[in-house]
């Protein structure tokens, strides 16, 4: 008949127009057939399978030649999004992990990212994202470059843009260890202007954050606040007066304590 011959053909446009208009057994059967017509490896077959509530083959399998680039796997995945927001999740986070395993950092961390994994702490290992496009499993130096700390800098600023900003705990310790270095470069002002958007984000929610860090953040702000270009604008008596965000975090530190 006319339905077998299009398919036979495959012509799919044909075949699931006239399915749509028999029953419901008839159109399952043709997009079973379709979907098992397509190449494993293809785009399609992965929304096929994460809409029928499975994990996509792709998840495992990308970064293989064979299964060509995993950018539209992705792409499918993120433009399909469904109720079943944990089997995405676990799809992409899957996704990033397989590539991870290849070698391919930044296509791993460039899915966490889509996953929304939450970003870790270098002294476990088994987090899956510390800073971006940078291995933690390296030495920390080695690990905690000027280049990745920027551009987890540059994501933490386009995630405060959203309608819901968040801040990365875990990432403000290493904004400090970048001021320190801007200070030992004799970057003064542009370190202490470091250290006060570190203060403000920690005084958000200062239980997060270790008293260590707390105590070296008001250490090197009081070093450096006589550098703020603010203060020569202010009188002199004025001059000693501390900002209102380092005293704040001088009593959230005398209550750790």
């Known amino acids: 008949d006319a339905l077998e011959s299009a398919m036979k053909h495959g012509l799919w446009g044909h075949?699931?127009?006239?399915?749509?208009?028999?029953?419901?057994?008839?159109?399952?059967?043709?997009?079973?057939?379709?979907?098992?017509?397509?190449p494993i490896?293809?785009?399609?077959?992965?929304?096929?399978?994460?809409?029928?509530?499975?994990?996509?083959?792709?998840?495992?399998?990308?970064?293989?030649?064979?299964?060509?680039?995993?950018?539209?796997?992705?792409?499918?995945?993120?433009?399909n999004l469904t109720s079943n927001v944990d089997?995405?999740?676990?799809?992409?986070?899957?996704?990033?992990?397989?590539?991870?395993?290849?070698g391919l950092l930044d296509a791993a961390h460039f899915c966490y990212l889509m996953a929304q994994v939450g970003f870790g702490v270098y002294t476990r290992k088994t987090t899956k994202l510390v800073l971006i496009g940078s291995n933690?499993?390296?030495?920390?130096?080695?690990?905690?470059?000027?280049?990745?700390?920027?551009?987890?800098?540059?994501?933490?600023?386009?995630?405060?843009?959203?309608?819901?900003?968040?801040?990365?705990?875990?990432?403000?310790?290493?904004?400090?260890?970048?001021?320190?270095?801007?200070?030992?470069?004799?970057l003064a002002a542009q370190a202490f202007h470091y250290c006060e958007v570190i203060s403000r984000t920690v005084l958000k929610d200062p239980h997060y954050y270790s008293p260590v860090l707390i105590g070296q953040l008001i250490q090197m702000s009081s070093q450096l606040r006589l550098f703020d270009p603010q203060i020569k604008e202010k009188p002199e008596q004025e001059s000693f007066i501390e900002p209102s965000w380092l005293v704040r975090l001088r009593h959230v530190d005398g209550q750790i304590k």
């Not at 785009?43 to 680039?69: F, H, I, N």
């Not at 995405?88 to 290849?102: N, Q």
């Not at 959203?162 to 705990?169: A, F, K, N, R, S």
């Open 15 to 38: 075949a699931l127009l006239l399915a749509s208009k028999m029953d419901s057994r008839t159109h399952a059967r043709v997009m079973t057939r379709f979907a098992n017509s397509l």
């Open 41 to 79: 490896n293809d785009p399609l077959q992965t929304v096929y399978q994460l809409m029928s509530g499975r994990m996509p083959a792709a998840s495992t399998c990308c970064g293989d030649e064979k299964w060509g680039d995993w950018r539209p796997h992705l792409a499918m995945v993120l433009s």
């Open 136 to 186: 933690h499993s390296l030495p920390f130096f080695k690990f905690a470059t000027n280049e990745a700390i920027q551009r987890t800098e540059a994501y933490e600023y386009a995630q405060s843009l959203g309608t819901q900003p968040g801040c990365l705990p875990n990432f403000q310790v290493f904004k400090f260890i970048y001021a320190c270095r801007l200070a030992e470069m004799g």
């Open 87 to 102: 089997l995405e999740s676990r799809t992409i986070a899957t996704m990033g992990d397989t590539l991870a395993s290849k």
